[in-house]
């Protein structure tokens, strides 16, 4: 399902376009061993032409079906993400501006485009959010008592330790200065 942009109708219009719809994702899912599967990415955007740029942007989301990479279950996550991205038909702009995308033709297909941005909001590793607060907890409940451990260790041997490697140089000099 393509979403065409015409540069030039839009700039004869002088009026912000208005693009609220639902892109199908699924054969992006089929792509990607992490996800299970991808509901259509509903895009509410708004693209503007003003002196030969064409400017789109607005909110993203789409819900997706991943496999946590710790535990092996399914679970299920809004991804979410503001679209925002120029265009223009001059490719001195474009040289200039590294952002900016030339387009060599007077309308343009925004589909790849916002299938990219889809991708790359996608996490690196998908974990549940369950497992990150039960690791993130265990984790804390770790540190606190590594810690408590290393404090009641500290105040107990008050005399500095000496790494074990080094202990027989230290008989050594103790030895030198009797």
């Not at 399914?74 to 952002?99: A, G, K, L, N, S």
Request: glycine share 2%; with cysteine.
């Amino acid at each position: 399902m393509p979403i065409i942009v015409n540069m030039k109708e839009l700039a004869a219009k002088q009026t912000p376009l208005e693009l609220k719809k639902s892109l199908p994702l699924q054969h992006l899912a089929e792509k990607d061993k992490d996800i299970v599967k991808a509901e259509p990415l509903h895009i509410d955007l708004e693209v503007t032409a003003k002196s030969g740029t064409i400017t789109v942007k607005g909110p993203c989301h789409a819900q997706v079906d991943f496999i946590c990479a710790r535990t092996l279950v399914q679970f299920t996550d809004e991804i979410r993400f503001d679209y925002e991205q120029q265009f223009t038909t001059y490719q001195t702009q474009v040289m200039d501006d590294e952002e900016m995308v030339f387009i060599s033709e007077d309308s343009f297909d925004l589909v790849p485009y916002l299938e990219e941005a889809f991708m790359l909001s996608l996490p690196f590793i998908p974990v549940c959010k369950d497992v990150q607060d039960k690791e993130a907890e265990r984790l804390l409940e770790k540190y606190v008592k590594e810690t408590d451990e290393n404090e009641a260790d500290t105040t107990a041997n008050s005399a500095p330790s000496i790494d074990p490697r080094l202990a027989g140089l230290k008989k050594f000099f103790d030895n030198d200065n009797d």
